[in-house]
């Protein structure tokens, strides 16, 4: 017997919490028959591997903007999806070691600062010990100070959205690996088929598989600017409060949050990582930045490692994501090429896909210039705090 | 195993998150998890200090019982995480210059 519906008015492929969400919008707004396709597990990819940051202190008025709207989201959504994914308002900090970064820092907070709503101080190295009395400030300017921005519990906030769209009607699959979809002679989306060889009928296919979002651009003929690299990860045993917010030392290499169960979570970037979807381990990062964590916290020197893991970056050519539609495939959408920082505006967004789906244009942002067609028309995003 | 289900409530299955038999059970079939991975995700089994190293064979047993025929072998595999045994930051740290020495 097949496990899936004959037939579907919208076939979602990747369970992160873009396509989750996507899926609880579109149900939300009363769209009938949503599947949602995963090859794995819900929160298996990216999200479930992520960080968990959100912050609104972004270079381009684009990003502030998406940003903003999506933390206004975020205050209200565990009360709307009904169920508590560890959402705190504990502030971003990104840390300031010299004049090169405070020109430009102070570049981007006045921007952020012309936004009714968005406030971000410039704050002195006695400031950030206010903030948190366990950072060592030797080394540091100053740091660029967001309250309102925070972190979450991705995993949680993934199966949140799965959740809500399920009890809205729609049917999600996991272990449902996309091998093909079917386009008609016309351009239109057709069919979506599956690993155990089932068809699913259906004019309207959300590409939302981040790292792997380039094998389903494939499946209608597109070739998607998109490559994968690993990001590492570490986490530690939970210890007292000590943290409210994320901190991000650009310029040192390397972020941490104290997550709400008491854990702190750590990672940098590798720019020798090559491409590719290796996911394992490697011992020499959670060294190296264990040796950057006692020197930014020296109290977590005592404090154990339990567990390492890695996920992917699904990266465009200017670090910012691909949504919308595409001229040549009708019924084809994407959100996707998130860059490492997808799960921020995941429901800002969702909604706006779900917008373009439902009536054709984006209403609660304009994301036009996020098309995918930038990259070939000279249009590419330069957007200056992407880690 | 009508044992299980009397001291449900009481029987610790992840001893460092601190999660109960019935809790692991209710994760399980309200949102039909299959896997450990999910298992974990959701609650947190398995990602205390000892990595699943008491409670994983337990919550297989369950899952193998309630979800798959084939039995544990037939399930879903984890990830096993390094360090083995949890470390000090300052114990990686001084590898770290240890290593960056050679």
């Known amino acids: ?387 | 195993m009508s044992d299980d289900k009397d001291n449900a409530n009481e029987t610790i299955i992840c001893r460092c998150e601190d999660l109960t038999l019935e809790e692991i059970e209710k994760a399980i079939d309200d949102h039909g998890l299959r896997s450990f991975d999910e298992v974990k995700r959701i609650t947190r089994c398995g990602m205390g200090p000892c990595q699943g190293k008491t409670c994983r064979k337990m919550v297989e047993r369950m899952l193998s019982k309630k979800t798959v025929n084939g039995g544990i072998s037939a399930l879903e595999h984890t990830t096993f995480r390094q360090p083995t045994k949890p470390v000090d930051v300052k114990v990686l740290a001084e590898a770290w210059e240890d290593e960056s020495k050679e």
């Open chain 1, 1 to 387: 017997m097949n496990r899936f519906p004959e037939s579907a008015g919208v076939v979602v492929i990747g369970g992160g919490i873009i396509g989750t969400a996507t899926a609880y919008y579109l149900a939300k707004a009363g769209f009938k028959d949503i599947v949602l396709l995963e090859k794995n597990a819900i929160a298996s990819g990216s999200t479930g591997r992520c960080a968990g940051g959100i912050r609104q202190q972004w270079g381009t008025p684009m990003n502030v903007e998406l940003s903003m709207k999506s933390v206004r989201m975020f205050e209200t959504l565990e009360k709307e999806l009904g169920f508590d994914f560890e959402y705190y308002q504990g502030g971003y900090l990104l840390l300031i070691r010299n004049e090169s970064q405070m020109t430009q820092f102070e570049k981007n907070i006045a921007l952020q600062n012309s936004y009714p709503g968005l406030h971000v101080e410039l704050i002195k190295p006695q400031e950030i010990r206010e903030v948190c009395n366990a950072i060592n400030t030797d080394g540091l300017i100053g740091a660029a100070y967001c309250k309102t921005d925070g972190h979450a519990n991705p995993m949680l906030a993934n199966y949140a959205y799965a959740w809500a769209a399920q009890m809205l009607g729609a049917k999600i699959f996991t272990r449902a690996e996309v091998t093909g979809i079917d386009v008609t002679k016309e351009g239109g989306i057709k069919s979506v088929k599956t690993a155990d060889g089932s068809t699913i009928k259906t004019a309207r296919v959300v590409n939302a598989a981040d790292g792997h979002a380039a094998l389903i651009g494939k499946m209608v003929g597109l070739d998607l600017p998109i490559r994968s690299f690993r990001h590492q990860i570490m986490v530690t045993e939970p210890v007292a409060k000590i943290l409210d917010p994320l901190v991000v030392d650009l310029a040192g290499n390397l972020y941490f949050r104290q997550t709400k169960h008491g854990s702190f979570v750590a990672g940098q970037s590798d720019k020798d990582e090559p491409e590719g979807f290796d996911m394992k381990s490697d011992y020499r990062f959670m060294l190296e930045v264990s040796s950057k964590l006692e020197k930014i916290m020296p109290a977590l020197g005592n404090v154990k490692i339990v567990r390492q893991w890695a996920g992917l970056y699904g990266m465009t050519p200017d670090s910012q994501p691909i949504i919308g539609g595409v001229r040549d495939v009708e019924g084809y959408y994407q959100a996707i090429g998130f860059s490492g920082h997808g799960f921020m505006i995941a429901p800002i967004t969702a909604k706006i896909l779900s917008e373009i789906i439902l009536h054709g244009e984006a209403k609660s942002a304009d994301v036009s210039s996020l098309d995918l067609y930038r990259f070939a028309e000279g249009r590419t995003i330069k957007e200056p705090n992407v880690v």
